[in-house]
């Protein structure tokens, strides 16, 4: 039996984690108790990016290093500094692990990386991936991690899935403006905000800010439009100090990208959409026009054919199933390839979502509904299939 897994988001600060240990553990316990008592001899624990946070963290603020910079001493220190952070809060999660290796003698684990932590397999992560590799039981010293994982006996390929999203791909001399993001808008403004209130960068009343990334879709618009419903809930006095704020991280976010190149236009769009928030002061601010052209990227769906086609050309492998993560929207689409029909599963996540709520169903007062997200995928090879058995499930479930 293969379970793949993805965007599970371990932070460097377990105040900030919606990740919930437990719950995990015994998610993979049952379903590789299943296993064994179907007769499988090994369970493969894909997972498949995104499982460690290495960019929305205030290390990249605190030591003025970005991950898109020429790597210096100063940037492995800065990944040293979070993974040990990640390691040092989330021991739950790796005893979780253990106990499920503890209690089945066949368990493979692979490691496939990220955009959130693609940072470990450039030189910045030099040091780091031994650390990791030694909490899940890996081999292969500080080997980088697999960009994909390919499985014949399963007929499958796994990626994370951001190679199809320009906001959060390195291509040629461009940037993944999404590290920008992250750091510079996401990671920075409960500090910059904290400071122009008088509050602490966690305080409940920024909560709002923290959970900027957590709002589905993933889109510029939608984390634009969380951002001014969360302003317009605050006093008025405070919804006028943070005016100032907007503009400087505006302004601050301009001068990091300013001499890098990226395939897509959402640091401008940002930049725009900050400044038109700091004009407009209380309830207007929800309702504000934001500017266009940062449209969201297509589904991953849509280029699923494409890796499945190339794979055929390049090395005469036709695989049957085909799993990202990425967008953290469980998903299961059947794609038409030059050889027919395959089979795409997007795995999810396993953290607290902000959905928006389609308009018609929705308010104006509620236009976000919060859940929790927990999904993934299994995938059976033939000689484990028996005839009340399917080839492939997406589990997922859904609770406030």
Request: with cysteine; hydrophobic share 40%.
């Amino acid at each position: 039996m293969l379970v793949l897994v993805s965007d599970l988001h371990l932070t460097d600060t377990a105040a900030r984690s919606t990740f919930d240990a437990a719950t995990f553990g015994r998610a993979l316990a049952a379903v590789f108790r299943e296993a064994a008592g179907e007769g499988s001899d090994e369970v493969k624990l894909v997972l498949l990016g995104d499982v460690f946070e290495i960019l929305k963290s205030t290390r990249w603020l605190e030591n003025d290093v970005r991950p898109w910079e020429p790597p210096t001493e100063q940037h492995r220190e800065t990944v040293r500094q979070i993974v040990d952070g990640i390691l040092a809060v989330n021991g739950d999660f790796f005893a979780e692990l253990q106990a499920i290796r503890g209690a089945h003698s066949k368990v493979d684990v692979t490691y496939v990386i990220g955009n959130h932590d693609r940072p470990l397999n450039t030189s910045m992560g030099n040091g780091s991936r031994t650390a990791i590799r030694e909490r899940l039981g890996l081999a292969g010293d500080d080997a980088l991690f697999l960009e994909a994982y390919e499985d014949l006996d399963y007929s499958l390929l796994a990626q994370h899935g951001h190679h199809w999203d320009k906001s959060n791909r390195y291509r040629g001399n461009s940037i993944a403006i999404g590290d920008a993001i992250v750091i510079d808008i996401v990671a920075r403004l409960p500090i910059i905000f904290g400071d122009y209130l008088g509050v602490a960068p966690d305080d409940p009343c920024l909560r709002f800010v923290h959970e900027i990334d957590d709002v589905i879709p993933q889109t510029p618009y939608h984390m634009a439009k969380w951002l001014a419903a969360g302003l317009d809930n605050l006093d008025s006095d405070a919804s006028t100090r943070l005016n100032a704020a907007l503009g400087q991280v505006a302004e601050e976010l301009v001068q990091r990208v300013r001499p890098y190149e990226s395939e897509s236009p959402v640091a401008q769009w940002w930049v725009g959409a900050l400044k038109r928030l700091a004009l407009v002061i209380g309830p207007l601010r929800s309702a504000l026009k934001l500017p266009s052209g940062a449209n969201s990227p297509p589904p991953l769906s849509r280029n699923v054919a494409f890796d499945l086609d190339e794979s055929y050309r390049l090395h005469h492998v036709d695989y049957q199933y085909t799993v990202y993560g990425h967008t953290h929207i469980p998903d299961f689409r059947s794609i038409a390839t030059e050889r027919g029909l395959r089979s795409y599963l997007n795995c999810g996540t396993w953290r607290r979502l902000q959905r928006a709520v389609d308009a018609n169903l929705g308010s104006a007062e509620r236009p976000y509904a919060s859940m929790n997200v927990h999904a993934f995928v299994i995938i059976r090879h033939p000689g484990e299939l028996r005839s009340w058995q399917p080839g492939y499930e997406l589990r997922q479930s859904y609770y406030d």
